[in-house]
T-cell receptor
Framework: SAVISQKPSRDICQRGTSLTIQCQVD?????MFWYRQQPGQSLTLIAT?????????ESGFVIDKFPISRPNLTFSTLTVSNMSPEDSSIYLC???????????FGSGTRLTVV | AQSVTQLDSQVPVFEEAPVELRCNYS??????LFWYVQYPNQGLQLLLK??????LVESINGFEAEFNKSQTSFHLRKPSVHISDTAEYFC????????????FGTGTKLQVIP
């Protein structure tokens, strides 16, 4: 399966600042997905990122708050902008789809906003 | 649109006892079904999946799940659990065909008691 490297693994940030999360894949993939897992909750899709086009955001998520870049077929970034404590979550990137391995997830970025 | 319901948020079970984690889904189209496991402070790992064919799917560590289309269920079972199975288990669904967003259930925390 694809191997995903996600950075940073964790961070503690001041409110009002921004954090950019990187997702590097060891093979070329068409679609990348960004998810959020709030404390004690399930995963929620933030957006789908295709190379060469604007990301598609799910209801409740906007580009100004979560800008995404997808400069090539192996890399993507998610920025969490103007952070507040409510943004404290685990953020995960995912790639798909392989019939043998399904959708593969990165190890996640644990963000705490203080 | 699809949805996933995991009926049990927590399931305590004694070591070597059997366990069933319940999952029901809703979708108007054909689906792929997944079970992911998340060990404490780790990322998501695919446990097993149903794409097509045999409705009973198995993992390498003794878990199995059965796709029941008429009951729209994909329950996860293991005949004898180990301490190392303590984790959170997420049922997930996507439209069949791949390269689709994945919708997750709220998760079930399996606690294996020595």
């Amino acid at each position: 399966s694809a191997v995903i490297s996600q950075k940073p693994s964790r961070d503690i940030c001041q409110r009002g600042t921004s954090l950019t999360i990187q997702c590097q894949v060891d093979s070329q993939v068409t679609m990348m997905f960004w998810y959020r897992q709030q404390p004690g909750q399930s995963l929620t899709l933030i957006a789908t990122a295709n190379q060469g086009s604007e990301a598609t955001y799910e209801s409740g998520f906007v580009i100004d708050k979560f800008p995404i870049s997808r400069p090539n077929l192996t890399f993507s970034t998610l920025t969490v902008s103007n952070m507040s404590p409510e943004d404290s979550s685990i953020y995960l990137c995912s790639v798909g789809f392989d019939r043998a391995y399904g959708y593969t997830f990165g190890s996640g970025t644990r963000l705490t906003v203080v | 649109a699809q949805s996933v319901t995991q009926l049990d948020s927590q399931v305590p079970v004694f070591e070597e006892a059997p366990v069933e984690l319940r999952c029901n889904y809703s979708s108007s189209v054909s689906v792929y079904l997944f079970w992911y496991v998340q060990y404490p402070n780790q990322g998501l790992q695919l446990l097993l999946k149903y794409l097509s064919g045999s409705t009973l799917v198995e993992s390498i560590n003794g878990f199995e799940a059965e796709f029941n289309k008429s009951q729209t269920s994909f329950h996860l079972r293991k005949p004898s659990v180990h301490i190392s199975d303590t984790a959170e288990y997420f049922c997930a669904v996507s439209e069949a065909g791949g390269y689709q967003k994945v919708t997750f259930g709220t998760g079930t925390k399996l606690q294996v008691i020595p």
